[in-house]
């Protein structure tokens, strides 16, 4: 089989398949697609990652669900992710949740 015409969906879907769950939420929530310029929720740069402000180990598994919703969901970049993990991490997670309460007050 020759593929003469391959469109932007094409490439984009199975890859969509592959993300990891928080990922995958993170992009739906903010209608984002591979290749879209994600700010870092901190800073403003790039982001690089989706990181989850509570740790999912922090969730049991009858609230297992709640560990990738979008509600404990930020786009980082490298630098402020890392800080994010840091000896710096619990002021950095209080900053970050401050950041969620006003992303859902806007949305609301």
Do not use: W
């Amino acid at each position: 089989m020759v593929i003469t015409h391959i469109t932007a969906k094409d490439i984009r879907l199975p890859l969509f398949k592959t993300m990891t769950k928080h990922v995958r939420n993170y992009f739906k929530a903010f209608g984002y697609h591979l290749g879209d310029f994600i700010p870092c929720e901190f800073c403003g740069r790039q982001s690089q990652d989706i990181h989850h402000v509570e740790p999912r180990s922090s969730f049991g598994s009858t609230t297992k669900d709640e560990q990738d919703h979008v509600s404990n969901l930020v786009a980082l970049c490298r630098s402020c992710h890392n800080a994010a993990h840091s000896e710096y991490g619990r002021e950095f997670k209080i900053k970050l949740k401050d950041i969620i309460q006003k992303r859902e007050t806007v949305d609301n």
